[in-house]
């Protein structure tokens, strides 16, 4: 066990909806990453937060939005959802990305979306 | 922004024989460079790091070597056993604009040890 925490494990939903996703990072960690992983793909990096501040942006989608909440914990939404959405979405957690740290991460999210 | 290559995308080797892996980084500020094992749907998992003020690091059959001047690291497996076989990916951390970092991934290596 990791210490990261993400609900729910398994989700699925039509075209067109929208979704959160939730993730609690281990404890004392204050840096939270999100990463997207379709079938037989690497970790593609969607956004970090750090300290309840956006850090740094990769390939996220404008229907896509995150945000870390005071308490640490993070959600990622996801609206307008399309069947290439489908995929596993991971969390990831470090104490401080300064200070060259590893990240953990969490069990995933699989999304699929019919 | 950071980008990494990963080669080779599929290794298959015999059980007992070495397994190579090999990563190239374009951010000459990256300074710290994780990898991963994923197991089949499970999450991935740290194996080991190496930080940029290292050369080398083993950890029991699994070492890692950084060249800070050619921008690339690469991952040892000596002796595999099939438990070894599983996807690996590299990462890359270092500064981006504003002072943040994020950690990037190589598309990931399929190791299989065949028995």
């Known amino acids: 066990d990791s210490g990261v925490t993400q609900t729910p494990k398994h989700l699925i939903t039509a075209t067109g909806q929208r979704v959160t996703l939730r993730c609690s990072p281990r404890?004392?960690?204050?840096?939270v990453y999100w990463y997207q992983q379709s079938l037989d793909q690497g970790l593609q990096f969607l956004i970090q937060?750090?300290?309840?501040?956006?850090?740094a942006k990769g390939n996220i989608l404008e229907r896509f939005s995150a945000q870390q909440f005071p308490d640490l914990h993070s959600e990622l939404n996801l609206s307008s959802l399309e069947l290439g959405d489908s995929a596993l979405y991971f969390c990831?957690?470090?104490?401080?990305?300064?200070?060259?740290?590893?990240?953990?991460f969490g069990q995933g999210t699989r999304l699929t979306v019919v | 922004g950071e980008n990494v290559e990963q080669h080779p995308s599929t290794l298959s080797v015999q059980e007992g024989d070495s397994a190579v892996i090999k990563c190239t980084y374009s951010d000459s500020a990256s300074n710290y460079f994780p990898w991963y094992k994923q197991e089949l749907g499970k999450r991935p998992q740290l194996i080991i790091d190496?930080?940029?003020?290292?050369g080398e690091k083993k950890d029991q059959r699994i070492a890692v070597t950084l060249n800070k001047t050619a921008k690339h690291f690469s991952l040892h497996i000596t002796e595999t056993q099939p438990e070894d076989s599983a996807v690996y990916f590299c990462?890359?951390?270092?500064?981006?604009?504003?002072?943040?970092?994020?950690?990037?991934f190589g598309k990931g290596t399929k190791l299989t040890v065949n028995p």
């Open positions: 937060y750090y300290n309840g501040e956006e850090r």
């Open positions: 990462a890359a951390r270092g500064p981006t604009q504003g002072g943040s970092e994020k950690l990037v």
């Open positions: 404890s004392g960690d204050l840096s």
């Open positions: 190496i930080r940029s003020n290292v």
């Open positions: 990831a957690s470090s104490v401080d990305p300064g200070a060259r740290t590893e990240a953990f």
